[in-house]
């Protein structure tokens, strides 16, 4: 499997949070779960930022 495809952590949820149509609410996942996904150092810190913000 790609190195950019394999998780870099896992995080147990006892449930995922859903909004009242069954969507995940992503405003209540922990913040660990909101970070830049893939390799540490794969995406500058400034980027991050900027695709955090256009995710909410």
């Not at 190195?3 to 995940?24: E, H, W, Y």
């Not at 970070?35 to 980027?47: I, N, T, Y």
Request: proline content about 12%; overall charge positive; cysteine-free.
């Amino acid at each position: 499997m790609p190195r950019n495809v394999v998780p870099a952590r896992f995080v147990m949820l006892d449930q995922m949070p859903l909004t009242t149509s069954g969507k995940i609410y992503r405003k209540r996942l922990p913040a660990v779960l909101l970070e830049a996904g893939g390799p540490a150092g794969s995406m500058p810190p400034w980027a991050v930022q900027v695709w955090g913000s256009l995710d909410t």
